[in-house]
Structures are given as C-alpha cells and as structure tokens.
C-alpha cells in the first residue's frame, strides 16, 4: 500500500519509516509537486493534523496521513503545545524555542511535560485519529545532537538520555510519534489487507 504522509520535515519522516512495515510504502509531498506549506491554522494539534490531511486530501485526491505534535509543559500551563514551532517567533528557530522554554522555566520547580503527537488518516472519505503521549522532564541545559526541535532538552520517564542522546531506534522505543504510528499500523494491519492495495 502506498500513502503519502503530509510532511516536510525529513527527521518525521525518518522517524515514522523506520517503523513501518514493508507493505507501507511512504510517498513524499515532492513526490506529488507540492513546494507550497500546507496551512496550519488551528488552534489545536489535533485542528492542525486535520487540517494538514483535508487539504492533501481536497487537492491531490490520494490517500494520506499527516501529523501534528507539539511539547505540553506543565507549570506553562501547556505551552508551546500547538506553537511549539514558533514558540519564539515565526521564524521557527529550534534553537531560540528551546532558549525561551529554558528561561521561562528558571524559576519553576516543577519541570514535568509531555510531548503529544495526533496522526490523522485519510482513507477515501474517512478520517482516522491516532494519538501518542510520552511523559518527561525538561531539563536545565541541553543534550545530545541527534534529532530536532526540542529534543536536546526532553528526557522521557523512565529513562537517563535525552531524545537528542537517542539515534531513531531508541527514540521510537519511547516516543509520541511512535506511539500514535504504531496505532495506526496496527489499525491498517486489521482493517485493510495491505498486500492488495
Ligand atoms: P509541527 O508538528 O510540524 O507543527 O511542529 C511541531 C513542533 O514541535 C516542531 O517544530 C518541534 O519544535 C516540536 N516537536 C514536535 N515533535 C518533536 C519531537 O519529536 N522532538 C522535538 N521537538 C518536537
């Protein structure tokens, strides 16, 4: 089966190929042409996954999913959360969210967060939702290279590396996105016989 995920961002990508079977094949927005971003106008994660999908989806009539994630930190009152990508400004420096998130964080104790990622999946006319949390802790200054956004600075519970200390295999054993990619292969593994399509 093929299906096109909705994303520009290579590390996704990279992330949700590495565990999915072979009889998902991923084709790429350049795959169908499209340079332009997809809008993300929602308020929500799950408004922003949505919206990324119906718009493939009303513009290319193919099969797709697409996701939207974001960091939730507790004593921000949930923030980034769906700004996560422009928490700083909308120039989008991962360097500068990670340095706003670590000065808004100084003088609090509590530095537990989670990161959230929903899938949705276009089949035809119906819309599919996958949703994937990883609990954790921000810590006081980064670590590790690998990875992006702010993964330098997430160490997931129950474990003594960052995401950016992780390489893919290790991150996918604990992160959002696999957990919301693996809901949705187990439901395309039950749902639709992937060696006939
Ligand atoms: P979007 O889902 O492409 O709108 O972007 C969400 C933003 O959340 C990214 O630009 C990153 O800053 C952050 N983010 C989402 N997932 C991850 C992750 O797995 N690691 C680190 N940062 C992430």
Same mark, same amino acid.
């Given at each position: 089966?093929?299906?096109?995920?909705?994303?520009?961002?290579?590390?996704?990508?990279?992330?949700?190929?590495?565990?999915?079977?072979?009889?998902?094949?991923?084709?790429?927005?350049?795959?169908?042409?499209?340079?332009?971003?997809?809008?993300?106008?929602?308020?929500?994660?799950?408004?922003?996954?949505?919206?990324?999908?119906?718009?493939?989806?009303?513009?290319?009539?193919?099969?797709?999913?697409?996701?939207?994630?974001?960091?939730?930190?507790?004593?921000?009152?949930?923030?980034?959360?769906?700004?996560?990508?422009?928490?700083?400004?909308?120039?989008?420096?991962?360097?500068?969210?990670?340095?706003?998130?670590?000065?808004?964080?100084?003088?609090?104790?509590?530095?537990?967060?989670?990161?959230?990622?929903?899938?949705?999946?276009?089949?035809?006319?119906? /819309? #599919? %939702?996958? *949703?994937?949390?990883?609990?954790?802790?921000?810590?006081? &200054?980064?670590?590790? $290279? +690998?990875?992006?956004?702010?993964?330098? /600075? #997430? %160490?997931? *519970?129950?474990?003594?590396?960052?995401?950016?200390?992780? &390489?893919?295999?290790? $991150? +996918?054993?604990?992160?959002?996105?696999?957990?919301?990619?693996?809901?949705?292969?187990?439901?395309?593994?039950?749902?639709? &016989?992937?060696?006939?399509?």
């Amino acid at each position: 089966m093929k299906l096109l995920f909705a994303t520009k961002n290579l590390n996704k990508a990279n992330e949700i190929k590495d565990i999915l079977p072979k009889q998902i094949q991923i084709i790429t927005l350049k795959d169908i042409g499209l340079e332009e971003d997809i809008p993300e106008t929602s308020k929500t994660i799950r408004g922003n996954a949505l919206q990324k999908v119906n718009f493939i989806k009303n513009h290319f009539k193919i099969n797709c999913f697409a996701e939207d994630s974001g960091l939730e930190i507790d004593s921000l009152n949930g923030e980034p959360g769906v700004d996560s990508a422009i928490y700083a400004g909308k120039h989008r420096d991962d360097n500068d969210n990670i340095n706003l998130v670590l000065k808004k964080l100084k003088s609090k104790a509590n530095r537990k967060a989670q990161f959230k990622t929903i899938i949705a999946l276009k089949i035809n006319e119906n /819309i #599919f %939702e996958f *949703e994937g949390v990883v609990n954790g802790t921000i810590l006081l &200054n980064r670590r590790g $290279k +690998n990875g992006f956004g702010y993964d330098s /600075i #997430f %160490e997931p *519970e129950n474990c003594c590396k960052t995401f950016a200390e992780m &390489n893919i295999h290790e $991150k +996918n054993y604990y992160s959002h996105r696999s957990k919301a990619a693996n809901k949705m292969i187990t439901f395309l593994e039950k749902t639709i &016989n992937l060696s006939n399509t």
